[in-house]
């Protein structure tokens, strides 16, 4: 991907410009959120959780334990560590938590059925499956849909929503908000 720094921060302030219009989110609501890994150029979630933060919503971030996901709450005091991978995590082990109210996700490719396409670790098709189903799993993405995954498995698990820069898929297939 060519984006520059400052496109990547302007897309994602639109995208997470989105989420707020469209989902409120009030004290003590928990919310699942992953931290950019900023050589891949991914969404900037930085700023949107110091929102999070301000509205007194309760933030976890994930962490990789051998080959599953686990969740750790994330304050402004968490001590972060670099992983095998480049990727920030933190340094506790302590999975805190598994229901929530949202869970936002990376993704490299979603199509219009909600399928989406990671890394290819299976890592968030794991972990949805063992948080609590009424969970909003949101996917955030520069683009939109255009194609349809073909190789999908019983295993993955679909978004409930797609955020881009220009609207809000859900999939039950109805465009939230554009523009």
Do not use: H
Not at 57 to 67: A, H, T
Not at 102 to 108: A, K, R, S
Not at 133 to 156: C, Q, R
């Amino acid at each position: 991907m060519t984006l520059s720094k400052d496109e990547v921060n302007f897309l994602s302030e639109k995208i997470f410009d989105k989420f707020i219009l469209q989902f409120n989110v009030i004290e003590n609501q928990k919310v699942s959120i992953f931290l950019p890994i900023s050589k891949f150029k991914e969404i900037n979630t930085l700023e949107f959780i110091n929102f999070l933060w301000s509205k007194k919503v309760n933030v976890f971030i994930p962490k990789i334990i051998d080959k599953d996901l686990i969740s750790v709450k994330f304050t402004p005091e968490t001590i972060l560590i670099e992983n095998s991978w480049g990727i920030l995590e933190p340094l506790s082990n302590q999975n805190e938590e598994t229901v929530f109210d949202y869970v936002i996700t990376p993704l490299l490719y979603c199509d219009f059925f909600g399928n989406r396409v990671g890394y290819g670790k299976g890592f968030y098709d794991k972990f949805f499956q063992t948080i609590n189903s009424d969970a909003k799993k949101i996917g955030v993405n520069y683009f939109s849909p255009t194609d349809i995954i073909d190789d999908i498995s019983e295993l993955d698990v679909k978004l409930d929503y797609l955020i881009t820069p220009d609207e809000i898929l859900s999939f039950s297939g109805i465009s939230m908000l554009t523009k």
